[in-house]
């Protein structure tokens, strides 16, 4: 087999081979290498990590057509490297060099780079590999998924809405999955930030539908898992709006 043939030392010709090809089903097969290769090699494979994402990353900055292949790809490396039965420094190493790269291109120009990292950042929180995450690591994938909710808020490009959505997803999946703690210190500015979003999201076409349906889920959310009477925020506007969702049909214009 393939995984067999190729040995950890070999990662990083391989990864330069597959930066090199063009997107197509060849692409995604090449990518899910890397998955049979931290499969077969397990946490041995922790330190070739930065290389692969570097591969990853060059992928998702090319087409969204490769974005579920990459965001399977993190999963499966964090599955495969990380055990919660290991050594936790083991385990954090594994996480933090699958975090880094993807938390740097969160707030990048490149929407499909940015939008590519939400994505695979959302399967990495929804692993089972993300409870060994330290606190630390909660609350900086925390704040920069919020500072890049932030800036790409006034976005009208083409791509907009798609990174838009990437970035609610990515921080439901964290008030849904991570410690209430963390998320309890951006409570308030992502209430704001989402219903925002909610709000201004008036276009009947499909894709704004779905920044607003993805907006209001993460609304939801976060309501569940924070103190209410720690927010200085207003709610009831918050409310108004999700039952006005609600009663919109949840379904486009």
């Known amino acids: 087999a393939l995984e ?139 704040a920069r998924g919020t500072m890049a909710l932030e800036l790409h808020l006034e976005l009208d490009q083409e791509n907009a809405n798609y990174l838009s959505v990437s970035l609610l997803c990515l921080m439901t999946s964290l008030a849904e999955l991570s410690s209430s703690i963390v998320i309890q210190g951006y409570g308030a500015r992502l209430l704001r930030i989402a219903m925002e979003i909610l709000q201004s999201s008036s276009s009947p076409s499909s894709s704004s539908w779905e920044k607003r349906a993805a907006s209001a889920k993460l609304l939801e959310s976060i309501l569940k898992v924070v103190d209410s009477d720690l927010l200085d925020l207003d709610l009831s506007p918050i409310m108004g709006a999700l039952e006005g969702h609600k009663m919109a049909g949840n379904h486009p214009s």
């Open 4 to 142: 067999e043939e190729q040995s950890l030392d070999s990662i990083a010709s391989y990864g330069d081979s597959c930066c090199n090809t063009r997107v197509g089903n060849s692409d995604n097969l090449a990518l899910h290498v890397y998955s049979r290769l931290a499969k077969l090699h397990k946490h041995a494979m922790i330190p070739h990590l930065p290389r692969v994402m570097a591969s990853v990353l060059s992928s998702l900055s090319v087409s969204p057509r490769l974005h579920q292949a990459c965001s399977e790809v993190v999963s499966s490396l964090a599955s495969h490297t990380i055990d919660p039965a290991r050594n936790p420094t083991s385990n954090e190493e594994a996480l933090r060099s699958l975090c880094r790269p993807l938390l740097s291109s969160l707030s990048c120009q490149n929407l499909f780079l940015s939008a590519g990292s939400a994505s695979c950042l959302t399967a990495l929180v929804e692993s089972d590999p993300w409870r060994c995450a330290p606190l630390d690591l909660q609350e900086l994938l925390c």
